[in-house]
């Protein structure tokens, strides 16, 4: 899981555009720090991205009021989770990072990202690997990739499908040519559920491989029972993404709540484990423990601002791709 692994993506690749090497710190990709710098001015935000409070961080929610405040005061730091997450300057977090780099290398591809949110996993994943190329570390191969980005919040999907009509051209320029599908996904639901699976099978057909990226899922789930809710129709997903090659990545903060013993992380590492026992065709495996990584990163709309992200994640190889 860290420092024994061989990195796919070495970190002395990584390019000084993406990672202040000297001060140790993150630096967000420009495609898409610019395109963020940009919505929140035109949508009003700039006072409310100021009045961020480290210690009462925002979880989002359903309402217009509560998704403008996740998305300019947490939009940043779910970039740079994720971007930390497929860079891994210390190499804490190397299967995650390995399994990013082989994904999206090249050829054709499915990712479903639920839930999206404002699409700041997802979008940091493409701009990232876009960056790359854009350097020369990776090869640029031509990229096609279909996004099915499942959200409970019609408001932040909306932010997610105007993130990503921007972000198409300068994806192009690269060899990365997207097509995204925005729907509303309630994990608490069953009929919802086998919508965004039914979608996720029609999205990657023709596809070589399957992405399933679940970010920063804690917040919610731990409101009023929803785990327990939940449980049944993530057990569903995971079965039906592993019937292809696939490697699903669940990515959250490094807290209590989910890297502790019975926290969430563990919990949804028994769920995958129990539902493929039967499949002994399928060769499944998960981390077996839960890495945490952690850095600082330079706040897109105040660059002398540095702020703190921390990394816990579970990478989950289903199917045949390993």
């Not at 997802?122 to 996004?147: F, G």
């Not at 300068?170 to 965004?196: C, H, K, R, Y």
Request: aromatic content about 6%; overall charge positive.
């Amino acid at each position: 899981m860290g420092k024994s692994q061989m990195r796919l993506l070495a970190p002395e690749l990584i390019p000084d555009s993406l990672y202040d090497k000297v001060r140790q710190i993150l630096r967000l990709p420009e495609m898409l720090a610019c395109i963020y710098r940009a919505m929140i001015v035109s949508h009003g935000l700039i006072p409310l991205s100021r009045s961020r409070d480290p210690k009462n961080p925002p979880i989002g929610g359903i309402n217009k009021a509560q998704t403008d405040q996740h998305f300019a005061q947490a939009f940043d730091g779910s970039v740079a989770r994720t971007q930390l997450a497929l860079l891994d300057p210390k190499s804490d977090v190397s299967s995650a990072s390995n399994a990013f780099i082989k994904a999206l290398s090249g050829n054709k591809i499915c990712i479903a990202d639920a839930p999206c949110g404002a699409g700041a996993s997802v979008m940091s994943l493409l701009a990232t690997i876009a960056e790359l190329r854009l350097k020369s570390v990776l090869p640029r191969q031509p990229l096609d990739i279909n996004i099915v980005g499942a959200e409970i919040s019609e408001y932040a999907r909306a932010y997610a499908q105007e993130i990503f009509q921007k972000m198409q051209g300068p994806l192009s320029e690269q060899g990365i040519n997207i097509n995204a599908q925005f729907m509303s996904w309630d994990v608490t639901d069953q009929l919802s559920n086998t919508a965004l699976i039914r979608q996720i099978t029609l999205s990657s057909a023709g596809s070589n491989k399957t992405l399933l990226v679940i970010a920063n899922f804690n917040g919610f789930l731990s409101q009023g029972g929803k785990q327990k809710k939940a449980d049944p129709q993530l057990s569903e997903l995971f079965r039906h993404v592993s019937l292809t090659e696939s490697v699903a990545i669940w990515i959250e903060p490094a807290m209590n709540a989910a890297v502790s013993e019975g926290g969430l992380l563990h919990r949804i590492k028994n769920i995958v484990q129990n539902i493929m026992k039967p499949w002994a065709a399928v060769s499944v495996n998960v981390d077996s423990s839960i890495p945490t990584t952690s850095l600082k990163y330079y706040h897109p709309l105040e660059q002398s601002e540095i702020i703190n992200v921390r990394l816990a994640l579970l990478r989950i190889n289903l199917g045949r791709y390993a």
